[in-house]
């Protein structure tokens, strides 16, 4: 069974850097079928998708965030990363990272998530 | 960006009842060289992530119950629960992944009557 856990500060600054790392557990990063990706969701609000990685590296991000955003891969240690620069109060929101299938040129739908950790942007 | 619009924004029905969601794009979803609508929904109650329940539009994840069901192609779809149960009270989104730079709906809250 696949488990996702987000981890990182709670409480991030004003103009700073939010930074996020998820583990993923039960199975490999590199088998090559998935993409990962990280989506977040203001309080009370809807879910705004950030961004995907693939196990090579390849990224695609959200047009309206991708001037701040970064994701990366570790494979070595089975996890992914994200980097949201400038972050203002806006920001604040519950991140989640999940799983997408791959099939050919198709990206799926999200199968499995992590169970969230909610980032305050505040001074 | 694809714009996906759900109705209503809230929705309370009794236990037992049928409980009928939509979701509209703001263009087709469905691909026409496989014939598949690139289009989940997903179960959120407070507190946890979101829960795939149907992709492809109509397709069950393994374990959702047959109450629960997805029909629609192109830009209209909907979500049916059959016979709500009180465990169904939740947050409930679609989503496309028909572009890379997927979108959602901003979510049906349904609770019981």
């Known amino acids: 069974q696949v488990q996702l856990q987000e981890s990182g500060p709670g409480l991030v600054k004003p103009s700073q850097t939010l930074s996020l790392t998820c583990t993923v557990s039960?199975?490999?990063?590199?088998?090559?079928?998935?993409?990962w990706s990280w989506i977040r969701q203001p309080p009370g609000k809807g879910l705004e998708w950030i961004g995907y990685?693939?196990?090579?590296?390849?990224?695609y991000y959200n047009p309206s965030l991708k001037s701040r955003v970064t994701i990366s891969v570790d494979t070595s240690k089975n996890q992914f990363s994200l980097k949201l620069s400038s972050v203002t109060a806006a920001d604040t929101a519950v991140y989640y990272c999940?799983?997408?299938?791959?099939?050919?040129?198709?990206?799926?739908?999200?199968?499995?998530w992590g169970q969230g950790t909610l980032v305050t942007v505040s001074s | 960006d694809i714009v996906m619009t759900q109705s209503p924004d809230s929705l309370a029905v009794s236990l037992g009842e049928r409980a009928t969601i939509n979701c509209k794009s703001s263009?087709?979803?469905?691909?026409?060289?496989?014939?598949?609508?690139?289009l989940a929904w997903y179960q959120q109650k407070p507190g946890q992530p979101p829960k795939l329940l149907i992709y492809?539009?109509?397709t069950r994840e393994s374990g959702v119950p047959d109450r629960f069901s997805g029909s629609g192609s192109g830009t209209d779809f909907t979500l049916t629960i059959s016979s709500l149960q009180a465990e169904d009270v939740a947050v409930y989104y679609c989503?496309?992944?028909?572009?890379?730079?997927?979108?959602f709906g901003q979510g049906t809250r349904l609770e019981i009557k």
């Open positions: 999940a799983r997408a299938l791959g099939m050919g040129y198709d990206i799926l739908a999200f199968d499995y």
């Open positions: 039960g199975g490999s990063i590199s088998s090559g079928d998935y993409y």
């Open positions: 990685i693939y196990y090579s590296g390849s990224t």
């Open positions: 263009q087709s979803v469905l691909y026409s060289s496989n014939n598949k609508n690139y």
């Open positions: 492809w539009a109509s």
């Open positions: 989503q496309q992944y028909y572009s890379t730079g997927v979108t």
